[in-house]
């Protein structure tokens, strides 16, 4: 039985297994990591978790980017970038906040890393 170096899950299947870092992580834990490769902008988090008491300490764009997911959800990268007029270094700083405050998440749709809520209201 294999665990996620990361979060301890267990890790059942071959295809759920992936190596980062050297390292045997789960799915979750490697979509985390492809879509927020370093964290951009800690402040920037620890900022949003202090005064963010659900989405109150968000800002204009991140709210777009949780309606764009939630209207449209998961979407890829591209589409994201497209439809907000932002870049990617911009977008990912975003996301990594909004990933650490469990509003939106990284899902694989198919072989494509696509973005979506933390809580899918289809689930
Ligand atoms: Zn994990």
Redesign the pocket.
């Given at each position: 039985m294999v665990h996620?170096a990361?979060?301890g899950?267990t890790i059942a299947q071959d295809d759920e297994r992936y190596e980062l870092s050297g390292q045997t992580?789960?799915e979750?834990?490697y979509l985390d990591r492809v879509a927020v490769p370093k964290v951009c902008d800690p402040w920037a988090v620890y900022s949003a978790k202090k005064t963010g008491e659900g989405q109150g300490g968000l800002t204009e764009r991140q709210k777009k980017i949780l309606g764009l997911l939630e209207e449209n959800g998961p979407v890829p990268l591209e589409t994201i970038l497209e439809k907000l007029g932002m870049d990617e270094n911009a977008f990912r700083a975003d996301f990594a906040v909004l990933r650490h405050l469990e509003l939106a998440k990284a899902t694989k749709v198919g072989e494509q890393v696509c973005y979506t809520l933390f809580r899918s209201s289809s689930s």
């Open positions: 996620c990361r979060c899950a992580v789960c979750d834990c």
